[in-house]
Nanobody, 130 residues
């Protein structure tokens, strides 16, 4: 009943910028907390790889190829994670997926809390032209 919805992908020229957003929400739930959130990407013919992640406390980690160019951030009040991508390169072209490793929420009609793991968004295409 909780889903991650991504937005912000598109086509950009090399050297340009894009900002991805991913919001966690549910129609009949109230989200209590989200543990780490992250962005992964998968290029054609390649395995999915971690791009960046951020803990609930704000600690971040990046894959080497995006350090200094990408910035991950989150707004806990909005249950949203962002990925600011600058100085984009053709090799950044991929489908980008949002992930949340643990979400605790309460259904409106229940008192107890529910914790579920490993949520994924539907993916958003990022294409960088040379």
């Amino acid at each position: 009943q909780v889903q991650l919805v991504e937005s912000g992908g598109g086509l950009v020229q090399a050297g340009g910028s894009l900002r991805l957003s991913c919001a966690a929400s549910g129609s009949i739930v109230s989200i209590v907390s989200i543990n780490a959130m992250g962005w992964y990407r998968q290029a054609p013919g390649k395995q999915r790889e971690l791009v960046a992640n951020i803990t609930s406390g704000g600690s971040t980690k990046y894959t080497d190829s995006v350090k200094g160019r990408f910035t991950i951030s989150r707004d806990n009040a909005k249950n949203t994670v962002y990925l600011q991508m600058n100085s984009l390169k053709p090799e950044d072209t991929a489908v980008y997926y949002c992930n949340a490793d643990k979400i605790t929420y309460r259904r409106y009609y229940e008192i107890r809390l529910t914790t579920a793991y490993d949520y994924w968004g539907q993916g958003t295409q990022v294409t960088v032209s040379s």
